[in-house]
């Protein structure tokens, strides 16, 4: 059966940035994976807008960041919800010149993935990507007037 994926496109992607900051816009796109193989057995994978996606699909979500404004940003932080019908794909977040976190608690705190841990039935482990729910990418650098860059994910529809 297939899902829409208006779950995935109405997803609020969280910006915190200094109040003089007003320039920084950003556009989200939710990708699905088509993947094909040649006549010699060669895997590739594509992507194309993700209008219907089915249990099991890939799916890749997109910031697109730019600053629009006259004056450089600094302090950005752009959060990114992971939906809890989609399973993280381990490796798969690309964050350019950001440093990334993760969150497992709905955004409260975030961590490195390595620092990441849960306590299940007093045993403390570290967290599976499933367990996933907030990706931070988080810049040391301004961002200067006109820059614009990419961050991204991907999941598994469950």
Do not use: C, K
């Not at 109040?19 to 060669?42: C, F, H, P, R, W």
């Not at 089915?54 to 950005?76: F, H, K, Q, T």
């Not at 350019?96 to 299940?120: C, M, N, P, Q």
């Not at 045993?123 to 996933?132: D, F, K, S």
Request: charged content about 20%; overall charge negative; glycine content about 8%.
């Amino acid at each position: 059966m297939f899902r829409s994926t208006l779950f995935a496109l109405s997803l609020l992607t969280v910006f915190a940035a200094p109040a003089y900051a007003a320039g920084l816009t950003a556009n989200q796109t939710v990708e699905v994976a088509i993947v094909s193989i040649d006549d010699q057995g060669e895997r590739s994978v594509a992507y194309q807008t993700a209008e219907e996606v089915a249990p099991g699909d890939e799916i890749r979500y997109i910031l697109n960041y730019a600053n629009d404004g006259d004056d450089a940003a600094s302090n950005v932080r752009l959060d990114m919800p992971v939906p809890s019908e989609i399973s993280l794909i381990e490796g798969s977040v690309e964050a350019g010149t950001a440093d990334v976190t993760y969150s497992i608690d709905s955004g409260e705190t975030f961590s490195s993935r390595g620092d990441l841990t849960i306590s299940v039935n007093g045993q403390v482990r570290t967290a599976t990507a499933e367990e996933i729910t907030h990706i931070r990418w988080s810049f040391a650098d301004s961002i200067a007037p006109g820059d614009m860059g990419t961050i991204s994910y991907r999941g598994v529809l469950q």
